[in-house]
């Protein structure tokens, strides 16, 4: 489940509780965020879960994604992101799931007996 919150200026513009194993974010009013705002592409990201977590895909769109303050192609979410598209923030927060970035950190033991 994600909790996602849309700001602009910080000011709270929406909120969405969703649970869903792609959610889109863009310009287009199809997608499951909305942000009606010139720099934000019709297609702009999304978010997908599979079985280690959620991943945050920047969809080629015109001015980027950000994660805390970096520009990415596609990244693992944590429990609690900052994502900016255009000059809107979108605060992530991945309840009930895995981070999907502690993956890469783990090493699994092999019993060999």
């Known amino acids: 489940m994600l ?3 849309l700001e602009l200026k910080n000011t709270i513009l929406d909120t969405f509780k969703i ?3 792609e959610i889109t974010i863009g310009r287009n009013s199809a997608n499951d965020i909305t942000i009606d705002n ?3 592409s019709d ?3 999304r978010i997908v879960r599979d079985k280690t977590g959620y991943y945050l895909e920047d969809l080629g769109s015109t001015n980027g994604t950000l994660v805390d303050g970096r520009q990415i192609t596609r990244i693992g979410l944590g429990p609690q992101q900052e994502v900016t598209i255009g000059k809107h923030t979108l605060d992530v927060r991945t309840t009930g799931s895995k981070d999907a970035s502690s993956d890469f950190a783990r090493t699994m033991k092999i019993d060999r007996s």
């Open 3 to 5: 909790d996602i919150t």
């Open 38 to 40: 010139l720099a934000v």
């Open 43 to 45: 297609r702009h990201a």
């Open 19 to 21: 649970d869903k194993d």
